[in-house]
């Protein structure tokens, strides 16, 4: 195993920069973790971006795109049983840490969001995009204060505003957002 010594510097800038920052109380210490190991990366390759701003990506490649030729084939189907398995367990677990988070008794009934997770897989199998779900991510929103739907909201605006900031975004090396996973 040969470890890249500009991809270590890399996650080793991320992983102490965000443990410092985390030490010192500094709100967002992934964010700045990330930053500063981009721009390390930026001056060591020497990386120039042509454009901030650019339109995305078409989508008729996978917009609308079904095809119904295989849905019985038996091996899809299993598939099929094991996504809808995988999905479901984790969004209740995800929602069983969300509502332990928020101090509220567990037991409440979870139907509404299983099936607002269930409806957004659907739409968005359907647009052409991955399944939705809970993320425990959410708890980090809900611990700086985030507790409406404005917060989704919020996130889901910025979500769209990186589409058209890709081409700055995609300097970002991989070693510096795989360190905060770590």
């Known amino acids: 195993l040969v470890i890249d010594q500009l991809n270590f510097l890399i996650f080793f800038t991320t992983v102490i920069t965000s443990l410092i920052c985390k030490y010192y109380k500094i709100p967002a210490h992934t964010v700045l973790g990330i930053i500063t190991a981009t ?24 917009f609308f795109a079904l095809t119904t030729e295989n849905i019985l084939n038996y091996k ?42 269930a409806v957004a897989t659907v739409i968005g199998g359907v647009l052409g995009t991955s399944n939705s779900g809970i993320y425990l991510e959410s708890i ?33 090396p991989s070693a510096a957002t795989s360190a905060v996973l770590f």
């Open 140 to 172: 980090s929103g809900i611990n700086n204060g985030g507790k409406t739907g404005l917060t989704t909201c919020v996130t889901g605006l910025l979500f769209a505003l990186t589409l058209f900031l890709s081409p700055l975004l995609q300097i970002i």
């Open 39 to 62: 721009i390390i990366a930026v001056f060591i390759n020497n990386t120039h971006v042509a454009t901030v701003i650019s339109m995305p990506s078409p989508i008729q490649a996978s």
């Open 76 to 117: 899809n189907m299993a598939a099929l049983f094991a996504v809808t398995i995988i999905v479901l367990s984790d969004s209740n677990s995800s929602i069983s840490l969300l509502m332990k988070s928020l101090h509220k008794n567990i037991n409440n009934n979870c139907s509404k969001p299983i099936e607002s997770i």
